[in-house]
Structures are given as C-alpha cells and as structure tokens.
C-alpha cells in the first residue's frame, strides 16, 4: 500500500533556499522524504556557496540561478526545467523582498518605488512563475507560495509586507480559479513567525517571535518542518480536491492575532 503522501516521481521546483534554516528548505526536504525529484535555485553566485551544500544534503538533481529582477532569468529557469525534465509538476514560491527604507517606515509613507518592488518580488514574481509552469503542468499540478498573517490583521512592525502579501493571497485564488480547468492548483501557505534570514529583516522581529509564542493556542511556536509537513501534503494527490486556500500552520496563533 503507498502511503497517503506520496510524491515518489513527481518533479518539483523549489525557489527560496537561503540557508538551511529557510522555509523553501524545511519544504524541501518534506518533498525529498516523500520521494519527490527536486531542483532548488539560488538567488546570485554569492548565495551559491549557501545554497549549494543544502541542496546536496536534500538530494536535488540540479540548481540553477533565479533572481527575479534580473531580465529573462526566469524564463531561462523554466526552459531548464523543459529540457531537464519535459515537464513539472510541482512548484514553491518562498520569496520576498521590500527595500529597507520602506520596509521600516509607515506604509503610507513607502515610496512607490520600494512599494512596486517590493509587490514585484513577492507577489508578481508568483503570478509569472505560475504562467510559466502552466505549459510544463499538462497533467496538471500545483502551485504554493508562502504569506504570514500580517496580510489580514495590522501586525506591528510588518508594515509594507503586510498589503503586499494581501495581494499575494488574492493573486493565490484567482490563479487556483484561473487554471484550475487544466489541473493547476494553488496555495498560500500562512506560517506563524520562525526565525530566520529573511524575517531577520523585519524590524524587532525577535519580539514578535515573543508574543506569537505567548499567544499560540499550545504554547509553542512552529518550525520549518511543520511547514514542509503541510507543503508536501498539498502537492500530492491526496490534496487533488484541494485549491485556491490560504492555509495557516502556526499553532493556532491566527486565532488570537
């Protein structure tokens, strides 16, 4: 009998691997564990020698270099995928960025500038990817990206994230409704604050890891593997009747936030 997840020749894309601590990371080695083929990406060749040891450990085919504002790298990324692979059938978008300025001022005092990056980066950047995988998903397939529950509740400190990964939960279920006909589904995963590179950048986050810890309904706060449970879960066909949700995985906190 297979078990219920079971991504045993199913090949996924996994951007957003910082370090070993990252969320991409704890989701790719869920994806390993339940069999998946995986490639990761890196973000620029100084990012490389951080990326790469994890993505040895995780067993990955191949990595490849995405960073989103540099022209045409993403669509080179899917034509690897192409010619590696013939196809996909899992994807995870676990990037986000706001320049600092912005991302530690008010929100109505973001520039435009930071603003449009920043919802280019973090929420753009998932609706390209997902029409880029909409040729390579023929048999269908899934898509996830990663938010926080700043999107719906004003959370101290997250400032300009939050309206943006507003945008990025929106964007979520009208690529769910839009390719779902073709077997693509989609998720916004909601985990609870974990500590790592990419939230270090948010000011005095140490003491919303605090609070989150205070008010999580057992007490604990979640780690990466929690989120990789879930992610590994949602692209297998045990979720095949699952789409366009924004799901949390933080210990109940979204019930007291």
């Not at 990324?77 to 676990?94: I, K, M, N, Q, T």
Request: aromatic content about 6%; overall charge negative; some cysteine.
């Amino acid at each position: 009998m297979n078990p219920l997840v079971d991504l045993r020749g199913k090949r996924g894309l996994v951007i957003g691997v910082a370090n070993e601590h990252s969320i991409a990371t704890g989701c790719a080695d869920a994806f390993a564990q339940c069999g998946a083929r995986l490639a990761v990406t890196y973000v620029n060749e100084k990012a490389r020698s951080w990326v790469a040891p994890v993505a040895e450990k995780l067993g990955a085919e191949w990595s490849a270099p995405c960073d989103v504002r540099e022209p045409g790298q993403l669509e080179a990324l899917f034509e690897e995928v192409r010619e590696r692979w013939g196809g996909l059938d899992f994807l995870l978008h676990s990037i986000a960025f706001a320049p600092k300025e912005d991302l530690h001022g008010r929100v109505v005092d973001s520039s435009a500038e930071g603003f449009a990056m920043a919802m280019d980066v973090s929420c753009h950047s998932f609706l390209r990817m997902a029409k880029l995988a909409e040729p390579l998903m023929n048999e269908g397939g899934c898509l996830l990206c990663v938010t926080f529950y700043g999107s719906e509740r004003v959370i101290e400190h997250y400032n300009l994230m939050g309206p943006v990964k507003a945008a990025l939960e929106s964007a979520t279920r009208y690529v769910a409704a839009e390719l779902g006909p073709k077997g693509i589904r989609a998720h916004a995963i909601s985990p609870g604050p974990i500590a790592t590179r990419a939230a270090s950048g948010i000011d005095r986050f140490d003491e919303l890891l605090d609070r989150a810890a205070a008010q999580a309904s057992q007490g604990q706060l979640v780690d990466i593997g929690d989120v990789g449970s879930l992610a590994a879960f949602l692209v297998s066909d045990a979720a095949r009747r699952i789409t366009g949700t924004v799901i949390p995985v933080d210990n109940g906190l979204h019930l007291h936030a």
